[in-house]
């Protein structure tokens, strides 16, 4: 091979899109690409218009290494949100305004639906009518008449890396635009930029424009402490991705989940708590990237992550959890609902959509019956009870945004479910909170007795799942209301509560070391039934989607019966010492994660402040670090498919 081939070849890897290896941030391919860009950068960073221009195509290049032909896509989002906005902003008519609007919105969400729920919805077209449609991808079809070729397949629709990210950033966009709490980007380039800036285009945070325009012509700036900062969430990032995501993946959770069966109770209840630190890691981990690589830059982007694992519950995990995409739920779907005002008419047409999706799903029209029974039932209790019509409406609006949310990531049962047990989650605790605790204990100790009768006398291994947990929530307020009455005197049944000067209750504050011990029980917990939520996402993550709901289904039922099922206790010794690296990653992986947010400041600071040269060597001496634990095929991000 002569040196014309030779640069040739390189020139065609550098430049072609490699479906098996796309632009990853533990490539080593990406950081090459990111030192060019920088390079480019610095001759730019001090003329706004051309440096954002120079992103902008830097950004357009990313994503075609990352998804090929699907740049047109997201050109073409670019393209049309662009102008939409601009039409909406002036027209003068707010009827008007609000029919682009809803236009601008239903082909941002068209196109999102094409690609994640075509499958979805030809099955149900198929079952309903009685047809035999298949999957044909248009898309694919238009350009190989383009192009004169047959390259794009039309038998399978693939999904597009991050399209659910920069469609979302095009809603928000063009409904802040309506409702006038942000001008319309007047340069093309800056919009294109500002929904295509490569850090996070793929994964996330998703940015508002009001967080993220304002920042394309503010003057370049990166002190020495901010660019350590910067780097230290580099570092920290690719840690958590190599370390702790991927090498409990690889060496652990993917083994489980993909055969269930062959692995024991405590196996599979072990890889479902070492998934929910996986998958914590590997999300966290490209959000710190992408923070860190824009940092440099000279551009912030919204943080997403805090600590959700320390949450006390799980409206507050919601909050710590992927905190982008909440705040995006709540500003542009459970507001719009009623939020906590009152129900509208997207709450009914939800509920009714929610029937019909979760019959398809499960193959039995009971399953709406119950869905429009129970909502009967509950629009009833609203009606004879004004006082709690609040309440009620609010805990439905909720309840669907969180269906919806589990939608969002996949048309499968199992997505519906995770969805739907964190809205039960939110609402239980919502009424949990308001009842005393003598009402606390005779619910869960009905509850307990009735999963212990349902696991005796029934025999499903899911009881016994059900049964444990209660039986461990039951313990947990047993002990609070014996430790608040042993501490208090039982102030709550003997003597009348102290009043102040208004006559109101004075609360009664107990013990720090008791305050630290009831914090530490809600936070272990909440862990605990979001990590069991978790085996219903992970069951439905990473399949085709022609085969997914009823493979995501067995996998999670397999699950639940290898956990739910009587366990061989001496043999968990001798899996312990099989599995001892990964459970002590797991183990270690969880202390840093509940370690003090003022300890993490501490020594992030400590790292920024490091003389450069020591900076370096730590970053070299973390790199080879990383190449230790480094898979001989990486991993994709989990997010990447959503």
Request: hydrophobic residues 55%; glycine residues 6%.
């Amino acid at each position: 091979m002569n040196l014309w081939d030779v640069i040739r070849e390189f020139l065609v890897n550098l430049f072609a899109f490699d479906q098996a290896h796309p632009l990853l941030f533990t490539q080593f391919y990406f950081w090459a690409f990111f030192a060019l860009v920088f390079a480019g950068f610095s001759l730019f960073h001090s003329k706004a218009l051309l440096r954002n221009g120079y992103l902008f195509a830097c950004s357009l290049f990313f994503y075609y290494k990352t998804s090929g032909v699907f740049l047109a896509l997201l050109v073409f989002v670019i393209v049309y949100n662009f102008f939409a906005a601009k039409g909406i902003r002036r027209l003068k008519s707010e009827r008007a305004r609000g029919a682009l609007t809803v236009l601008s919105v239903v082909v941002d969400l068209g196109i999102l639906a094409y690609f994640k729920y075509a499958y979805f919805l030809t099955d149900f077209v198929n079952d309903l009518f009685g047809l035999q449609l298949q999957v044909h991808d248009v898309l694919g079809e238009w350009l190989n008449l383009l192009t004169g070729t047959s390259v794009f397949r039309v038998d399978a629709i693939i999904l597009p890396v991050g399209i659910s990210f920069f469609t979302f950033q095009a809603v928000s966009y063009v409904v802040d635009v309506k409702r006038e709490r942000i001008e319309p980007v007047r340069n093309f380039l800056d919009f294109g930029f500002y929904l295509s800036f490569f850090p996070q285009l793929v994964a996330g945070p998703i940015v508002r424009a009001s967080e993220f325009i304002a920042q394309l012509h503010k003057p370049y700036s990166l002190s020495r402490r901010w660019f350590g900062i910067a780097v230290f969430w580099i570092m920290n990032g690719l840690l958590k991705k190599l370390i702790l995501s991927d090498y409990l993946a690889v060496n652990f959770c993917d083994r489980v989940f993909e055969n269930p069966l062959l692995y024991s109770g405590f196996e599979n209840l072990s890889a479902l708590f070492c998934y929910s630190l996986q998958v914590y890691a590997d999300f966290s981990g490209y959000t710190d990237i992408a923070t860190g690589v824009a940092m440099l830059m000279g551009f912030w982007l919204p943080k997403n992550f805090d600590s959700p694992y320390k949450a006390l519950n799980t409206q507050q995990f919601w909050r710590r959890w992927h905190m982008t995409l909440s705040r995006w739920l709540r500003d542009y779907l459970y507001i719009p609902l009623g939020g906590n005002r009152s129900a509208s008419a997207g709450t009914f047409i939800i509920i009714a959509a929610v029937a019909v999706f979760g019959s398809f799903l499960s193959g039995s029209w009971w399953v709406a019956f119950a869905v429009f029974t129970l909502a009967a039932g509950i629009g009833l209790w609203a009606w004879l009870k004004p006082g709690s019509r609040k309440l009620i409406t609010t805990n439905i609006n909720s309840m669907n945004t969180m269906l919806l949310g589990g939608l969002w990531h996949g048309a499968s049962w199992n997505f519906m479910i995770w969805g739907g047990l964190n809205g039960i989650g939110m609402v239980i605790y919502k009424i949990w909170t308001k009842r005393s605790m003598a009402v606390k204990l005779g619910i869960i100790s009905f509850v307990t007795a009735l999963c212990w009768a349902l696991s005796h006398f029934t025999h499903y291994p899911v009881w016994n799942l059900f049964f444990v947990w209660t039986l461990i929530i039951w313990a947990g307020t047993v002990v609070k209301a014996l430790y608040r009455g042993l501490s208090l005197g039982w102030a709550f049944v003997v003597r009348a509560p102290a009043l102040n000067a208004r006559g109101a209750v004075i609360p009664v504050q107990l013990p720090a070391s008791a305050a630290w011990g009831s914090r530490a029980w809600d936070i272990f917990q909440t862990f605990v039934f979001i990590t069991f939520t978790r085996l219903f996402f992970r069951s439905g993550s990473n399949l085709d989607p022609a085969l997914a709901n009823e493979q995501a289904w067995n996998t999670a039922k397999n699950m639940v019966n290898q956990i739910g099922s009587a366990w061989d206790l001496s043999l968990v010794p001798s899996m312990v010492a099989a599995h001892w690296p990964v459970l002590l990653l797991f183990v270690l992986g969880m202390i840093i994660h509940w370690l003090p947010e003022r300890f993490k400041r501490h020594y992030r600071l400590a790292f920024a402040r490091l003389p450069l040269f020591w900076m370096a060597l730590v970053v070299v001496g973390i790199v080879v670090f990383f190449f230790q634990f480094i898979t001989a095929d990486l991993q994709s991000f989990i997010y990447f498919q959503f």
